[in-house]
C-alpha cells in the first residue's frame, strides 16, 4: 500500500459569504425547493423569519474542503454524517473545514472531523467523514 | 404539540437521470472540483474509468425528497448520515428515496431511513435523517 500522507490534526478549510444565489442554485441542482429555503413570504412566518440555507448546502461546502483540499484529489468520499445545530442566513460567511481524526494502516482511509462554522465562530454543523485515498500519479 | 401526520413504513421518492450537467452544477455550487467528479481524462485513469457523481450530490437528492415530498415542507433537517456503496455514472437514473423510521410523541421529530437506488435496483447510498416537523399554517 502507497503511504497516505496524512496525519491525524492536519486541517484545512474554505470561507465563504452565503449569497441568495446559493440558495437559488442549490434548489435548483438538488430540486429541494422547499418554501423554507426559496420562499421569502413563507419564511418570514417560520421560526427563523428568513429563508435559510438548505442544510445539504453546507455539505456541499464540506464536499469541496475533502475533494480540493484535504485529502485533495485522489479523495473518494465513502460516508459523510452531519448535524445540523443553526440556521445558516443570507449574509452569514461560512467557514467549511475537515480536520483528520485517524489514518488507517492496512488500507488508504481518512477519517475526518469535519463541520461548518459562521462569522461568529458558531457551530452551524458538525459531523464525520471517511475517505478512501487512490490518487492518480501524474495526473 | 400538533399531531405529527406521520407513520413508521411511510415511504415517498423522486427519480431523475444523472446528466453531465448534474456534475457540472453541483461542481459550480460546492465549489467541488474535484477531478474524479470534472475531468474526463483524469477520471478515466481511476477505477472507476469515467467520471462519477460527487456522494453528497446524492445527498442533495435526498434533501428534495425530505423538503418536497416527505416530510414535504415544514420539514428542517437536523442530521443526515450517508453511506456511499457504489459509483454513480452519468446516464444512471438514480431514485433518491425517504422511509419513516420513528416519529416521536414529545415532539415533532421524524427519523427517516434514506437512501438511494439506480435502474439495476443497486444500492448507491443508504442512511438516516431526522426531520424537524414544523409547518407553516395556510402558507
Redo the contacts between chains.
Keep these: 500500500m502507497r503511504p497516505v500522507p496524512f496525519s491525524p490534526g492536519q486541517r484545512a478549510e474554505?470561507r465563504?459569504t452565503v449569497t441568495e444565489a446559493?440558495l437559488v442554485?442549490?434548489a435548483?441542482?438538488?430540486?429541494?425547493?422547499?418554501?423554507?429555503?426559496t420562499?421569502a413570504?413563507?419564511a418570514q412566518?417560520?421560526?427563523f423569519g428568513q429563508r435559510i440555507a438548505?442544510?445539504?448546502?453546507l455539505?456541499?461546502?464540506?464536499?469541496?474542503v475533502?475533494?480540493?483540499r484535504l485529502p485533495?484529489?485522489g479523495?473518494?468520499?465513502?460516508?459523510?454524517?452531519?448535524?445540523?445545530l443553526r440556521p445558516t442566513r443570507i449574509g452569514d460567511t461560512v467557514t467549511a473545514w475537515a480536520e483528520v481524526a485517524a489514518v488507517r494502516t492496512d488500507r488508504p482511509v481518512v477519517t475526518l472531523r469535519v463541520g461548518c462554522t459562521n462569522h461568529h465562530g458558531e457551530v452551524l454543523a458538525e459531523?464525520e467523514a471517511v475517505c478512501y485515498w487512490?490518487p492518480?500519479e501524474g495526473?
Design positions: 474554505l465563504r446559493d442554485n442549490f435548483g441542482v438538488s430540486g429541494d425547493y422547499n418554501p423554507l429555503h420562499d413570504l413563507y412566518r417560520t421560526r438548505h442544510g445539504l448546502l455539505g456541499s461546502w464540506v464536499s469541496a475533502l475533494g480540493t485533495g484529489p479523495a473518494i468520499l465513502m460516508s459523510c454524517s452531519l448535524r445540523f459531523g487512490e492518480v495526473a
